[in-house]
Nanobody, 125 residues
Framework: QVQLVESGGGLVQAGGSLRLSCAAS????????MAWFRQAPGKEREFVAA????????AYADSVKGRFTTSRDNAKNTVYLQMNSLKPEDTAVYYC??????????????????WGQGTQVTVSS
């Protein structure tokens, strides 16, 4: 079992920044791929970014490349999503997810077994 708790969401103006955190516990995390997804009202949950805990490789959706960065803090068992140059279309509930994939990154939400409760990000224009 892996428990995930997100924090850091909020309301920000377009062009602003937020940093989301995902605190993980329960298992040895260096075998997991950690991903961020988001879901806007009336839309499917979509892949945003992911990181492999063991080697730190990353992947991003085209819509966030160059604006978002995911990273990890091994000592704190925490993954971060730094979001810069935010746009109104980034408004969504953001979820942290984990899957036992060692060094492989999947974009499909069905691949991930563990999910956090989500945190709301609202970007005003």
């Amino acid at each position: 079992q892996v428990q995930l708790v997100e924090s850091g969401g909020g309301l920000v103006q377009a062009g602003g920044s937020l940093r989301l955190s995902c605190a993980a516990s329960g298992r040895t995390l260096n075998t997991y791929t950690m991903a961020w997804f988001r879901q806007a009202p009336g839309k499917e949950r979509e892949f945003v970014a992911a990181l492999t805990w063991r080697v730190g490789s990353t992947a991003y959706a085209d819509s966030v490349k160059g604006r978002f960065t995911t990273s990890r803090d091994n000592a704190k068992n925490t993954v971060y999503l730094q979001m810069n140059s935010l746009k109104p279309e980034d408004t969504a509930v953001y979820y942290c997810a984990a899957g036992l994939y060692y060094t492989v990154i999947f974009h499909a939400k069905e691949r991930y077994n563990y999910w956090g409760q989500g945190t709301q990000v609202t970007v005003s224009s």
